[in-house]
């Protein structure tokens, strides 16, 4: 896919990044996420992001981010596969060419391994990485990589497959000012952990679309949300928020690394697991999943949920 492409397709409507399915024993199963990103691929996602922050990139080795891209692009369809790709600057440049080879449409360049680093620095790995592909690139400013709207705007002159901007850092300050001052240079996704709540503000500070987490479980109501949210709807939203979003978040916040955990306990509620996660990652307790269970039914509808107790 051209980069001009990919900067189209990501802009166009809802994203989503599959989880990575694992056996009992945590290895990695090939055959049930090829299952998951098929079923996906049925819906109207705009992209879907292999072996991304809710595909545990960082639980994964290189080779195995290759094999989730791959194995992705088997099922796709005509669905875009955007690959996650990061850690230090000569590891990143090797994974996005292996993962160009791949077969990927795309890459969401993720920050780097343990350490800040000053600006100079972040411009170089973004632009070494660009340079690495032919393929369009997508940065993600979150936690220890934050680049500054002026960065970005010197790797857009130096970048011309930098195509997309996504924000997981919550700053709405500076993402109101990437936007005004990028334009329609860039593509905008918001990236914040179950971006649904924090919607309405990146819509309004110029940002119209996300990656949906709960996509993963709930396609049909992750649409529906996202629909609202384009049609202005806020009465449909803010109902949806008060039922289900802002009940998922107290069960989300019971642990560090719920945030991941609690989409493949989603999966199991609805019937379609998709394994344990890896650690460091813990998985909710089993009271805790019921408790999700209880919270799509009443959301949702008992039909919704298919998961034994």
Known sequence: MDFSELKSAIGAGL?????????????????????????????????????????????????????TVKAAKDV???????AGC?????????LARDCQAA???????????LIGAEQAGLFDRVK????????????????????????LARLCEECPNLVGFKDGHGNVE???????????????IGGMPTAEVYAKAYKAAGVATYSSAIFNFLPTQALAFYDALCAD?????RKMLREFFYPYLAIRDRGKGYAVSIVKAGMKVVGRDAGPVRS??????????????????????KDVVNYQR
């Open 15 to 67: 994203l989503s990044f599959p989880v990575t399915a694992f056996d009992a024993e945590q290895r990695l199963d090939l055959e049930g996420y090829r299952a998951h990103v098929s079923w996906l691929a049925q819906y109207r996602a705009a992209a879907l992001f292999a072996a991304g922050g809710t595909g545990e990139f960082f639980s994964l080795t290189q080779r195995e981010v290759v094999e």
């Open 76 to 82: 796709a369809g005509k669905t875009p596969i955007i």
């Open 86 to 94: 990061g850690y230090g600057t000569a590891m990143a440049v090797e």
């Open 103 to 113: 077969g990927a449409d795309g890459l969401l360049l993720l920050p780097q391994y």
């Open 128 to 151: 070494k990485v660009c340079q690495a592909v032919d393929i369009g690139v997508i940065v993600y400013n979150r936690d220890n990589s934050i680049l500054s709207a002026e960065t």
């Open 174 to 188: 500076l993402v109101t000012r990437v936007c005004t001052l990028m334009g329609d240079r860039l593509s905008y």
């Open 233 to 237: 709807d806020d009465v449909a939203m």
């Open 280 to 301: 460091p990652l813990t998985d909710l307790t089993a009271g805790e999943v019921a408790m999700l269970a209880d919270v799509v039914a009443s959301a949702f509808g």
